[in-house]
């Protein structure tokens, strides 16, 4: 029976992959963790504990204590906190990887997770359909820590053998969690504003493309690269995830289709340059060739259910 250890679990992807795994693999054999506590639904489903990955000792004896067989490391400072604290955001994400990987490698749980991003991609990376292996020269904190993750993931794999898997995820779109200062956060924040006030100014420009993903879709394909056999990956770095591409200006007409009066403005700050640097769309084929990545959810789908979905947890 799998064992299985989520490192940052409040946050936007750990709240939602809780859930999911739990359902899989039994309440008792998903244990969350993070640096504060949880509301009562996710402390009543299952094992949860303080615990801070930048620990090394602590972690290794939890892993160790709770015959962990795989973790799913998913801690970091995002793009555009990093930013505002590029030393701290470094140590952090580095460190968090790095005492993960260790751990793995002084215990039982071999299998790893960890969360790259198209951050890794940077303006000298051909901007559409970007390749799986091409240019990549990141200009942000995040960007940089991403790169250097990938690297270091996959010589832990060639030198210790550590099963070391990720992905390259887009924006990530929930109505679950709050956004959690990343570029992308605008495709989150813009329809609890729809609902709530009926306009949005955006920290984007119009026609910014980048590539999303609707929560649902990453979670059920991140645990499906976790489950597959490990003889199937080419890559032991990480994978292009595509998602959908679209600008801002796309979302908010299509927002407009089902909300007539909504209203969208713009004004772009500081992530407006990261933005720039990052792809407008992603060619994943490695991955559906791969493992089997599949795409459900397209923007019209991935509006409905968040209008839907924000307007009844706006409600209570």
């Not at 679990?9 to 993070?34: H, M, P």
């Not at 993931?153 to 924006?171: A, C, L, M, Q, T």
């Amino acid at each position: 029976m799998e064992r299985i250890l989520i490192i940052g679990s409040l946050g936007q992807i750990g709240s939602e992959l809780v859930v999911a795994l739990r359902k899989k693999y039994g309440n008792e054999n998903v244990f969350a963790t993070d640096i504060k506590n949880p509301g009562k639904e996710l402390r009543k489903s299952g094992p949860f504990q303080i615990l801070d990955v930048l620990d090394f000792k602590n972690l290794l004896h939890f892993i160790i204590r709770h015959h962990i067989t795989q973790v799913y490391n998913l801690a970091a400072v995002l793009s555009g906190n990093a930013e505002k604290m590029p030393l701290q955001a470094w140590d952090i994400n580095m460190k968090a990887l790095m005492n993960t990987l260790e751990a793995a490698r002084q215990s039982q749980a071999k299998k790893l997770f960890w969360p790259s991003s198209i951050a890794v991609f940077g303006p000298t990376t051909p901007r559409h359909n970007t390749p799986q292996l091409t240019v990549m020269e990141p200009n942000t904190v995040y960007g940089i820590s991403k790169l250097a993750g990938e690297r270091w993931g996959e010589y832990y794999n060639k030198r210790y053998g550590i099963d070391f898997r990720s992905v390259r995820y887009p924006g990530l779109i929930s109505y679950k969690t709050e956004p959690g200062g990343g570029t992308t956060d605008y495709a989150v924040e813009i329809f609890f504003e729809a609902v709530t006030k009926g306009s949005y100014e955006c920290f984007l420009s119009a026609k910014t493309a980048l590539p999303m993903m609707f929560m649902e879709d990453a979670i059920r394909n991140t645990i499906k690269l976790m489950e597959v056999d490990g003889n199937r990956l080419s890559l032991r770095s990480a994978y292009n995830m595509a998602g959908i591409s679209f600008t801002p200006k796309e979302l908010a007409d299509s927002i407009q289709k089902r909300m007539p009066e909504f209203k969208i403005s713009y004004k772009p700050d500081f992530r407006q340059a990261i933005a720039d640097s990052w792809p407008a769309s992603i060619d994943d084929s490695v991955a559906r060739n791969d493992w089997g990545l599949n795409i459900k959810f397209d923007l019209e789908k991935l509006v409905d259910v968040m209008l839907e979905k924000v307007t009844k947890k706006l409600k209570g």
